[in-house]
Nanobody, 120 residues
Framework: QVQLVESGGGLVQAGGSLRLSCAAS????????MGWYRQAPGKQRELVAA???????NYADSVKGRFTISRDNAKNTAYLQMNSLKPDDTAVYYC??????????????WGQGTQVTVSS
């Protein structure tokens, strides 16, 4: 029903910036909360930031003041602006959306992930 495609990952030096995008497509009725998660090797997937349809946000303590989540409801797209990147931010970043398709209940959707690598 709903597909999520991330883009914008890559290799950056410590202190640098990257902007991730997550575009939702498919037979969409509505997209509710969108979020970014990350998973580093050997670690559990963790929430980085989330944003409601109305624009309320929450962040992991480790990224507060450095990362900013935003969304464009008209484009069904969420963004994650990452500044002052640290080697500890290295992970695969996944987009998540709570969404309802045209012919189904609200469900939880995931993108395929995009690699972010921060070199020291």
């Amino acid at each position: 029903q709903v597909q999520l495609v991330e883009s914008g990952g890559g290799l950056v030096q410590a202190g640098g910036s990257l902007r991730l995008s997550c575009a939702a497509s498919g037979r969409i009725f509505s997209i509710y909360t969108m979020g970014w998660y990350r998973q580093a090797p050997g670690k559990q997937r963790e929430l980085v930031a989330a944003i409601t349809r109305g624009g309320s946000t929450n962040y992991a303590d480790s990224v507060k003041g450095r990362f900013t989540i935003s969304r464009d409801n008209a484009k069904n797209t969420a963004y994650l602006q990452m500044n002052s990147l640290k080697p500890d931010d290295t992970a695969v970043y996944y987009c998540n959306a709570q969404a309802r398709g045209l012919s189904g209940p609200t469900d939880n959707y995931w993108g395929q992930g995009t690699q972010v690598t921060v070199s020291s």
